[in-house]
């Protein structure tokens, strides 16, 4: 059986290979190519590596590169912190021997964080590693609609995105950047356990569904933890501007908070709270 990790290192590999153009580290693209990126032979030279060596490592097969190999791979492909990181996770993982067991019990959330949710005077959510919603707060319902329209196992920041009866959305400006946020997290995950059935059934199932996800998850890219403004519409306040923080919770790898922000005395702030109010209002109302 081939070593999921060492595929998932090939394919981060050959999609950062693809990324770089002869010209961006110096070599001139000479005739016709068959292949937009770099070839094989080009990064193995500037790596200082036998192309038959990196081409085993972007096949997945049984190839255990040391640290020196890898930090010459990532100066060669111009990786940034995160995909360094990325790149060294999966190979060390590719060099150890397969777990027979791996704990995927169900994911939780403390009690303390349960009950700091509910006192934030903003938005906020627990993600599991999978970005499976886990726990809000009446803020981000207020936000972000009512969970309770969708089924236990649809509550998925990933699934939401690529809703089709979501597509409106997509017109934002900020959509496709917030898209690369959550998969670029969905791939950290992916990297500390491949082969995970809950990550392979969204991806599976987004992977069939939408070319829009096949293409951005096509790119490779991964995101340790993410920040970022959101434009929200919300019909009964206005547009509302928020900031955006993820932050790690216990656990390796464990849920994170996601906290919508406004700065104090703006508009935004003004609307995010003029929002809060109508929401407890509708909420303390007899059904």
Not at 185 to 194: F, I, K, L, S, W
Request: glycine share 8%.
């Amino acid at each position: 059986m081939s070593n999921p990790y060492a595929r998932e290192l090939g394919d981060f590999l050959r999609a950062r290979r693809g990324r770089l153009r002869p010209h961006d580290v110096g070599l001139e693209p000479g005739g016709r190519r068959k292949v937009t990126g770099l070839r094989r032979e080009e990064l193995a030279l500037l790596a200082g590596l036998s192309t038959d060596y990196y081409q085993r490592m972007e096949q997945g097969r049984e190839v255990r590169p040391s640290d020196d190999v890898l930090d010459a791979l990532a100066g060669a492909l111009g990786l940034d912190p995160d995909e360094r990181r990325h790149l060294f996770a999966l190979a060390r993982a590719a060099r150890r021997p397969l777990p027979t067991r791996v704990d995927r019990g169900p994911e939780s959330v403390p009690d303390s964080t349960r009950r700091l949710l509910r006192v934030m005077h903003t938005p906020a959510v627990v993600l599991g590693r999978h970005l499976d919603l886990l726990d809000w707060n009446p803020m981000a319902e207020a936000l972000l609609g009512s969970p309770d329209a969708y089924p236990r196992h649809r509550l998925n920041m990933l699934l939401l995105m690529f809703d089709d009866t979501m597509t409106g959305e997509r017109s934002c400006p900020d959509w496709e950047r917030q898209a690369l946020d959550y998969i670029g997290m969905m791939r950290a995950a992916v990297a500390a356990d491949p082969t995970h059935p809950r990550a392979t059934a969204i991806v599976g199932e987004l992977s069939i569904r939408s070319a829009e996800f096949r293409r951005l998850w096509a790119r490779h890219d991964v995101r340790a933890s993410v920040s970022g403004t959101k434009t929200f519409r919300v019909p009964a306040v206005g547009d509302i501007v928020l900031d955006w923080d993820t932050y790690p919770l216990l656990g390796n790898p464990g849920p994170v908070m996601l906290v919508f922000t406004a700065e104090p005395g703006t508009a935004d702030a003004d609307r995010l709270q003029l929002l809060g109010s109508l929401h407890a209002t509708r909420s303390s109302l007899p059904n």
